[in-house]
């Protein structure tokens, strides 16, 4: 599915008109006057709408919602504001779109799932579910200060993170919502709070529960055959028999390891001896693509570097058996572990909040992680703003060396940010720059928690992954869902009290307390999770001559971000510590996402037209 909103008047008209050029095939959905309202490519099941008399709106995505409902909902708003809460009465993961006195209304959800960009295009803002297609609206060059930022590893922080890399295209922010009125002009309406962290996890597991079975409900839906990720993780293990029951075939499917110690195998096996009527498919690591199978090949998605990039072709690979088997959606525990998995950032709040109950759980961690006295009591007594760390620590710290950074457990407000030791001087005070310049403007960090603000942060990540690889496996026919990502199981999960959560004694605590009744008691006690570092090894072995052969005539060396010698000495001979191949990630991302832009991108009548 992909999609356009535009404006009630002639230039949102014409604009519905230019992409008509480029997608004959394209589907709308008319305003009152008859002008188009949303255009784009979808199937029934992805779209519910309704009118009453000048008003409309749609869901566009995974929802159940009747027209009569929808019709006696949007008849009874008062204002346009009111429709940034229906999340919270229909489960499920869509867009909102809607109209009421010909001003446009157009939300996502908070983990970007369901994103929402903007741009403007013949002097009117026009909304649409991904950047590339406005970018093309406009004819849009690349952000190249935010392509440098796009090298960091592990991720980028925020609010750097929400930066398209499509000049004049950005995100709605989390939570937030656009208004188009019928001269073009758009506003950026920002989100509500996000629930406290109080709900005690006695009071809040059965919530958990409630929004996630309505979650696996709405997917299940009408739906004879579906597959499952069954990793025997706990987080895909929920939503296996979650799902169990309510349709006649239930695929599972576990890709194992080719680590020797990997477990995931076993576990998965054991869960699967307990769904009723699963058929469950366990495939070696030999069977599947390895990983950075497949980088030579450009990409048409061009919303930015695929932070997956690496499992392209294990993606695909899944979605062509899949497919194969008769399925058309695919479920998938991603987001658990940004849920359900405290960060130890929570020790900071915790404390502020229940010293002597932190002090506990600090000794547990350290003897759990091996943190060192003296950097984990640096940590907890830290006490600089999210601004000015972002400004100085993470700024000055980009070329520090990576070994160390787990000795305790926070580093300032968020991970341990470096640039890759391949990284051009240039690319690191490019960097460095940005990153001042944000600082300097105070930014707010997702919440005054900092275990909270690197919480919504990893699960805007998640939701970004999850919309990227839904892409991928879409061309096979098959969709992926994520019911741990939903609005309502995101709130629900939020609202839980982290001081209930924080064990390090116990894994998942939350998850576990939600689920007891549904997942068989042996399979919740859990407590091991699959380190990958092994196959990622094994894959730059593997593809090794393809990897050089990215390094040859790179384009980020051409624009002076990536030293290309460097680049190819780790690929001949990577390092020994695996935390030392994550910046790998964001290097070849970023590569290949310049060459399926140089090779892949039209220009738009409408961009044409405006150049004239």
């Known amino acids: 599915m992909r999609f356009f909103v535009v404006p009630d008047n002639s230039e949102g008209a014409l604009l519905a008109a230019s992409l008509h050029t480029r997608w004959p095939d394209l589907r709308v959905l008319p305003h009152d006057s008859g002008r188009p309202w949303v255009v784009g490519r979808w199937q029934d099941e992805e779209v519910r709408w309704a009118a009453a008399g000048a008003r409309r709106i749609a869901l566009l995505g995974r929802v159940q919602a ?15 504001g009111a429709l940034a809460d229906l999340r919270r009465e229909l489960p499920g993961s869509y867009h909102t779109a809607a109209v009421m006195d010909r ?19 013949l002097g009117v803002t026009v909304a649409a579910d991904r950047p590339d297609g406005l970018a093309e609206l406009t004819d849009a060059g690349i952000a190249e200060e935010a392509l440098a930022v796009r090298l960091l590893a592990p991720a980028v922080p925020w609010p750097l993170s929400e930066d398209c890399l499509w000049e004049g295209i950005q995100a709605l922010p989390p939570g937030g919502h656009l208004r188009i009125g019928p001269d073009g002009r758009g506003h950026v309406a920002c989100g ?86 699963a058929e469950h498919t366990s495939y070696r690591a030999e069977d ?29 690979d899944q979605a062509r058996r899949m497919a194969a088997a008769g399925s058309t959606r695919h479920l998938t525990g991603h987001g658990g572990d940004e849920l359900f998995l405290p960060t130890p950032a929570y020790l900071h709040d915790l404390l502020r ?35 000015d760390w972002l400004g100085h620590e993470v700024g000055w710290n980009l070329r520090n060396p990576i070994r160390g950074v787990n000795a305790a457990p926070l580093s300032g407000w968020g991970p341990a940010y470096r640039m890759p030791a391949w990284a051009t001087s240039e690319a690191v005070h490019s960097v460095r720059h940005t990153l001042r310049q944000v600082a300097r403007a105070r930014p707010a960090p997702l919440s005054p928690l900092r275990g909270r603000h690197l919480t919504v942060h990893q699960i805007r990540q998640g939701g970004e992954l999850v919309r990227r690889i839904d892409r991928l496996s879409a061309r096979h026919g098959v969709t992926i869902e994520a019911p741990f990502l939903d609005d309502q199981v995101v709130e629900a999960a939020l609202a839980l009290d982290y001081a209930d959560c924080l064990r390090a004694d116990r894994y998942k605590p939350a998850l576990v307390e939600a689920m007891r009744g549904v997942v068989p008691r042996r399979s919740l006690g859990r407590r091991s999770k699959a380190e990958f570092s092994a196959d990622i090894y094994a894959g730059l072995r593997a593809n090794r001559r393809e990897l050089l052969e990215l390094c040859d005539g790179m384009r980020l060396a051409s624009l002076g971000l990536v030293d290309a010698a460097a680049l190819r000495a780790v690929v001949l001979s990577p390092p020994p510590i695996s935390l030392e191949l994550l910046p790998l990630l964001n290097t070849f991302a970023c590569e290949v996402w310049l060459r399926s832009v140089g090779t892949s991108r039209p220009r738009s009548r409408a961009a044409s037209e405006a150049g004239r």
């Open 103 to 121: 001003v446009v209304f157009v939300q996502g959800d908070l983990s970007t799932v369901r994103e929402v960009f903007h741009g403007r295009a």
């Open 192 to 277: 509500r709070p996000l629930p406290a962290p109080e709900v005690p996890l006695a009071e809040g597991a059965p919530r958990v529960r409630e929004a996630l079975t309505g979650a696996v409900r709405v997917r299940t839906h009408g739906q004879k055959t579906l597959s499952a990720d069954l990793s025997g993780g706990m987080d895909s293990t929920s939503v296996c028999f979650l799902a169990a029951g309510r349709v006649d075939r239930l695929l599972t499917v576990v890709c194992e390891s080719g680590d020797p110690a990997g477990d995931d195998g076993r576990w998965a096996a054991l869960a699967a001896t307990s769904l009723p009527g």
């Open 66 to 80: 009747s027209a009569p409902w929808l019709t006696e909902y949007i008849a009874g708003q008062r204002d346009l």
């Open 353 to 387: 909040r229940r010293p002597l109950r932190a002090l506990g759980q600090v000794r547990a961690g350290r003897a759990v992680h091996r943190w060192r006295t003296g950097p984990t009591v640096a940590a907890l007594l830290d006490r600089t703003s999210y601004a």
């Open 288 to 316: 599947c693509p390895r990983y950075f199978t497949g980088l030579l090949d450009t990409d048409p998605d061009l919303e930015a570097p695929l932070p997956s990039v690496h499992t392209r072709a294990m993606v695909l």
